[in-house]
């Protein structure tokens, strides 16, 4: 009885924490006493340079810089109807020996959303394959001119996964 038990203990444990780790079948999120693995900038360094594709019912644009400086940094935006609904400014970063994705948000007018010290962060969850997984955040190499960015969206109680798609420009 007390191995049985047991092993049903640790299959409904397994379980459970494989189901709250699973977002959406693209994006994995960061739990409480998990660790980032090691990683480089490396390992993602295939991100760097000018991606457009269209989300939202836009056009949206992502200007990678490569590796430098322990950081690779990036812009966005979200252009709809020929006007700018908002951007965002981040990175990746090498922090000790693993990485973290970091951004902020700002209206059309280049105000901030975020509080001035505070920044949306997103820890590194794993690397495999062609995937990089930070909180929330995927992105998806699916050939050297073309990738996904997966993104859960939390709206109204509700969450859901973004895909944008991404065509790299020369």
């Known amino acids: 009885m007390r191995v049985s038990l047991t092993f049903l203990g640790l299959f409904f444990l397994l379980f459970?924490?494989?189901?709250?780790?699973?977002?959406?079948?693209?994006?994995?999120?960061?739990?409480?006493?998990?660790?980032s693995p090691n990683a480089s900038l490396n390992q993602v360094s295939w991100i760097?340079?000018?991606?457009?594709?269209?989300?939202?019912?836009?056009?949206t644009e992502e200007i990678w810089?490569?590796?430098?400086?322990?950081?690779?940094?990036?812009?966005?935006?979200?252009?709809?109807n020929g006007t700018v609904q908002?951007?965002?400014?981040?990175?990746?970063?090498?922090?000790?020996?693993?990485?973290?994705?970091?951004?902020k948000h700002f209206g059309n007018d280049f105000r901030g959303w975020e509080e001035k010290d505070e920044t949306v962060d997103a820890k590194l969850v794993k690397i495999e394959n062609n995937r990089v997984y930070f909180d929330d955040f995927t992105f998806e190499k699916i050939s050297d001119s073309?990738?996904?960015?997966?993104?859960?969206?939390?709206e109204k109680g509700k969450e859901e996964e973004v895909k944008f798609n991404y065509k790299r420009q020369k």
């Open 16 to 35: 459970t924490s494989c189901k709250a780790q699973e977002k959406t079948s693209n994006t994995l999120s960061f739990k409480e006493n998990m660790m």
């Open 48 to 59: 760097e340079g000018h991606w457009k594709g269209e989300a939202f019912g836009g056009i």
């Open 65 to 80: 810089s490569p590796p430098l400086g322990d950081s690779m940094m990036f812009v966005f935006k979200l252009v709809l």
């Open 86 to 103: 908002f951007y965002e400014i981040g990175g990746i970063r090498q922090v000790d020996e693993t990485l973290i994705f970091q951004l």
């Open 146 to 154: 073309e990738m996904n960015v997966y993104v859960v969206i939390s």
